[in-house]
């Protein structure tokens, strides 16, 4: 939804919903890859927020897809490329290459931008609402079978 709402900010919608749009088909990509090497969710965030520039790039030929072609046209072009680029992300070794990049360049770098901070933010207040919800129905079902 968040993706979709850019869009129509003047001036800077459609910049910001391309951006946006890039980062989510590059993790997409890379998900597969993490899923299967195990690598935990907290890793995943702090690498992908860690190397956003990178990420913005790679997913960006999904989006060009989708910005410059007819609805039906941009379907089937995502369909070739989505699958290559996840083989792509599997098959690379992006992780080892940045890390041995950064120590190359030392002091340029990007620093960290926290991409998920509004979704992390949402899903905690979320499982934190529910969790207060079971604890209470809990706290209700045994004061009732004590009485």
């Not at 992300?89 to 340029?108: D, N, Y």
């Amino acid at each position: 939804m968040q993706v979709y709402a850019t869009g129509f900010i003047p001036y800077i919608g459609k910049a910001v919903n391309f951006l946006l749009l890039a980062w989510m088909y590059a993790y997409y990509c890379f998900e597969y890859k993490w899923n299967f090497s195990e690598v935990g969710l907290d890793k995943r965030l702090d690498f992908f927020e860690s190397n956003w520039a990178f990420f913005a790039g790679f997913g960006s030929p999904c989006v060009l897809a989708i910005f410059f072609f007819s609805p039906l046209v941009s379907y089937g072009v995502m369909a070739i490329l989505f699958p290559l680029f996840v083989l792509t992300a599997t098959g690379s070794g992006a992780e080892e290459f940045i890390s041995l990049k950064r120590r190359q360049w030392k002091g340029s770098r990007l620093g960290r931008l926290p991409i998920f901070y509004a979704a992390d933010t949402l899903s905690l207040r979320v499982l934190s609402f529910f969790h207060f919800r079971l604890e209470s129905l809990k706290q209700k079902q045994e004061d009732s079978k004590t009485l």
